[in-house]
């Protein structure tokens, strides 16, 4: 059963960091395109960023270029979004998600499979 249970959440003032988990089960990562996506109350589920399958390529929605940083460690069948300089805005929750045919996109309805969620919080 493919399984994605997400970790490293929690409460962390401005300019802090984060360091998210996305650990999969019953399948092999590395095969999948994943991505984190948020969701604040109030508005809808927005991609952050994306790894493609085998690592190829990386990407970011503009408002965390240069703070966040998605990887993989195939031997852990985990990906990570290590998250710097966070700000009040970035407060959400975070699902990772895993897509098949291995292809990034930012669209939610593109992935099949989702974690359950860690919340993060920005506040001082």
């Known amino acids: 059963q493919l399984q994605l249970v997400e970790s490293g959440g929690g409460l962390v003032q401005p300019g802090g960091s984060l360091r998210l988990s996305c650990a999969a089960s019953?399948?092999?990562?590395?095969?999948?395109?994943i991505g984190w996506f948020r969701q604040a109350p109030g508005k809808e589920r927005e991609g952050v960023s994306c790894?493609?399958?085998?690592?190829?390529?990386?990407n970011y929605v503009d408002s965390v270029k240069g703070r966040f940083t998605i990887s993989r460690d195939n031997a852990k069948n985990t990906v990570y979004l290590q998250m710097n300089s966070l700000k009040p805005e970035d407060t959400a929750i975070y699902y990772c998600?895993?897509?098949?045919?291995?292809?990034?996109?930012?669209?939610?309805?593109?992935?099949?499979?989702w974690g359950q969620g860690t919340q993060v919080t920005v506040s001082s």
């Open positions: 998600a895993a897509r098949s045919n291995g292809y990034c996109s930012g669209y939610p309805a593109h992935f099949g499979s």
């Open positions: 019953g399948f092999t990562l590395d095969y999948y395109a």
């Open positions: 790894i493609s399958s085998r690592g190829g390529s990386a």
